[in-house]
């Protein structure tokens, strides 16, 4: 069984920055492609990020390009989210997601997620 852990969410101003950590277990986190999605208040869950199972190939949301960048640690077996120039509107609690195989910008279609971390932004 995969197990997700994420960490590093917190407040911060608009125009700061914070990376996001999801820690992986239980499974060959070489074999699975790591995303993050996220969810505010009364919305559907978003997709933000993924990464391909070998690490090559990245995607992102219109929404966050060119201010967010996600990489993995094959040692550590860890997913980052590094988020720069952060804006009111990237208020939400983050989730990691694992998926065997290649990724998906479907919330339903990855198999494990972490619990989330809340980031906050502040105008």
């Known amino acids: 069984q995969v197990q997700l852990v994420e960490s590093g969410g917190g407040l911060v101003q608009a125009g700061g920055s914070l990376r996001l950590s999801c820690a992986a277990s239980?499974?060959?986190?070489?074999?699975?492609?790591m995303g993050w999605f996220r969810q505010a208040p009364g919305k559907e869950h978003e997709f933000v990020a993924g990464?391909?199972?070998?690490?090559?190939?990245?995607r992102y949301a219109d929404s966050v390009k060119g201010r967010f960048t996600i990489s993995r640690d094959f040692v550590e077996n860890t997913v980052y989210l590094q988020m720069n120039s952060l804006e009111p509107e990237d208020t939400a609690v983050y989730y990691c997601?694992?998926?065997?195989?290649?990724?998906?910008?479907?919330?339903?279609?990855?198999?494990?997620w972490g619990q989330g971390t809340q980031v906050t932004v502040s105008s």
């Open positions: 997601a694992a998926r065997a195989g290649s990724w998906s910008t479907k919330w339903n279609e990855w198999h494990y």
């Open positions: 239980g499974g060959t986190f070489s074999t699975f492609a």
């Open positions: 990464i391909g199972w070998l690490g090559g190939g990245t």
